[in-house]
């Protein structure tokens, strides 16, 4: 208790982040050492995400019916959504622009006359074949609105599961107040055992990262073609220049720097690149978030909502990956042509779960709900099998970003708000040791209790 009163920093062996980054280390050596072992390490990252999916669901739910229904200011939760909504709005815009801006500065598609393997072109038929139909009334039915009150747990469907505890949290919120307050009580000791198991399952993050790491170096390789690589550094140079350009903009309107706020969460970053999946420290994000400063009915709001409407990488990553596939198959696509495909992917990103290869496929189902002549079934199964190679490098970008800009997104919601902490929030920057020290607490609570 001494050295955390007086500011000093734990042992360097007893931080996460510490083991995730020799994780992600030992797994990128053994991917390029023993290639062919290396591509059966992918089992340690999909258990873990296994892991942490089997919590996902119920963490959301509970956060936000307490959230929202705990201070039984339903309006005032309203409000925090339409903002946040807005706010999303915006971000997809931007982020759907600039991706069609790299594609056409850069152009990664021009001259690729390389041709999909055997392999690669029946993977591109598994993701058009999960991709299936997309569209207003699809994402309604499909995405938004659940059909039981079990089915969004089983399936993990963080939307549904988003619209089950607003519509739980609203009920609870008009219940008489003592009544009110045993329903949420019940709801923060079963928050405080399911924030319990994720600390224990994330002492399994190091394991995950090292599997993701040797699979994605073992697969990937040294061989990539030219236009794939271009591809590769173009996307992730445009998330950058949105990370630092765009939402740095935001963060230093909003009285923050991006930089500090990255270096707040960089635990939950380095596990995302291990993982290659955001959903893996949404957990964390909200326990981290609510610690350094935000109230938790913003976080409970912003969060979950952000996972399936602020995707801001993968807005990136679908006109991007939409103009190398045009370019790839030698075809131009007009200006007016192109806004109108950006359009339709303000709709078809919304919902994607962030989980890894989900981009792809909603990449997929863009190009199909578009068709015409660009997007014949035939060069949407060329294109794709052409991406599929290196889409598990392209998942990890898309997930940082995608992490990133909900992290910024709520802090500046919760401003927005008067829901900031602005003292507690400025300590959290500048000494987020303390911040990571509070966030374990917090998961620890049902163990301690």
Known sequence: MAAHASGERPALTRQLWFWVLIAIAAGILFGLVAPDAALKA??????FIQLIKTVTGPVIFVTVVIGIAGLGKVAKAGGIALRALGYFFCAT?????????????????????????????ADAKESIGEAGDQGLVGFITD????????EPFVENAILQVLVLAIITAIAVAGLPER?????????????????????????????????????????????????LGLLMVTFWGTCAIFVFGVLGTV??????????????????????VGTSS????????????????ASRQTVGVVIPTGYSFNLDGTCIYLTLGAL???????????????????????????GAAGITGAGLVTLTASLQAFGGQFFSAESIAVGIALVVGIDRIMSEGRALTNAIGNSVATMVIAKWCGELDEERFKRALEEPAEIDRATERSLAGAAAA
């Open 42 to 47: 992918k089992w340690l990252a999909d258990a």
């Open 93 to 121: 815009i931007v982020a759907l622009a600039l991706g069609l801006a790299a594609g056409n500065i850069v152009k990664p598609g021009d001259g690729f006359d390389a041709k999909p393997t055997a392999a690669q072109t």
């Open 143 to 150: 995405d938004l609105l659940p059909s039981s009150v079990a």
């Open 179 to 227: 009544d009110r307050e045993k329903v949420i009580g019940a709801f923060e000791v079963l928050s405080k055992i399911i924030f319990a198991i994720i600390r224990l399952i994330m002492w399994a993050a190091p394991l995950g990262a090292f599997g993701g790491m040797a699979y994605t170096i073992a697969k990937f390789g040294g061989g990539a073609l030219e236009n």
């Open 251 to 272: 963060a230093r309107v909003a009285g923050f720097s991006i930089v500090r706020l990255i270096r707040l969460i960089r635990d939950e970053l380095l596990i995302i």
């Open 278 to 293: 955001s959903e893996t420290v949404l957990p964390r994000l909200l326990a981290k978030l609510e610690a350094a400063g």
């Open 324 to 350: 190398f596939i045009t370019q790839a198959a030698g075809q131009d696509m007009a200006i007016g042509e192109q806004i109108a495909l950006a359009a339709l992917m303000i709709l078809t990103s919304k």
